[in-house]
């Protein structure tokens, strides 16, 4: 029964469209907190004590809950959802990319292997770690023109075509569009401490278990998703800080490296300034994460069924097949033998 019962493992494709799908439901369910996290991260905060400067490119925001208040009051409840399309093609396409790769080098290093053992925790940071930056280097377009969207004020909105030639028509030209290459590359250990962390919070809190139940891997994703969020905070900012216009206090010079952005940063708002946003960033990890792998995990089950069913009405096709032949054979057989 054990062996029966036994689900066969998918092939790259299959984990590469449930990661993808489960990516885009979730990041649809919370798109607000990502449109808040990034228009926090991306304004210089003001202390309370300093004066408001002579240029002010848009509002400033004190929380997540004042960015959502300040937002619908200026540009209505669609303004929470500004830039959404590009995101959601860019969640899906960077998504697909890391699951199919993660797969393919995962499934590599485990034949590769003389002895069936589970990777250590350094193995799978270093998997994850290939796979992000294979798909970071294809999808970082997106994630740039998708930034802009949502730190466009309401005057200035534009959609994704548009907002793509701009990006294009400025003194970094076509180079443009993969501004912050090299904090994405850095920030492939992102993903890679999320599915490192969640593999081996599947070992030891469920050891053994082969399919999680909805709410388990719920609980996985968000608490792998909080430590990679954590730990690679400051990074996030910077990132944010290349891809978007610069800030009014740079009279429209861009920043050429994300160390350029932290030390502005650290230079104007001290070092807290690296973890502006930390907030609506967690809570968007949590339920992207959570809800991301609780799909995945549900999507891969129903993968797994389907292949199963198309195996068996295949063999079933084919068995009806050589039956009819055999039944032709035995027709024919006494005709050749006259």
Known sequence: MAAQSKLPPLPPWGSAVAGATGAVLA?????????????????VTRKPTDPVPATVDGPHYTSTADAISKIIADEGITGLYAGIHGSLIGVASTNFAYFYWYSVVRTLYLSSQKLPTPPSTAVELGLGAVAGAVAQVFTIPVSVVTTRQQTQTKGEKKGLRDTAMEVIESEDGYSGLWRGLKASLVLVVNPAITYGAYQKLKDVIFPGKANLRPWEAFLLGAMSKALATIATQPLIVAKVGLQSKPPPARNGKPFKSFIEVMDFIVKNEGVLGLFKGIAPQIMKGLFVQGILMMTKERM???????????????????????????????????????
């Open 300 to 338: 891969e089950l129903v993968f797994v069924l389907l292949f199963r069913y198309l195996r068996k009405i295949r063999s079933e096709q084919l068995q009806k097949v050589a039956e009819a032949t055999a039944a032709k054979a035995n027709v024919v057989l006494p005709i050749i033998a006259k």
């Open 27 to 43: 990041n649809a369910a919370v798109y607000p907190l990502d449109i808040v996290k990034t228009r926090l991260q991306v304004q």
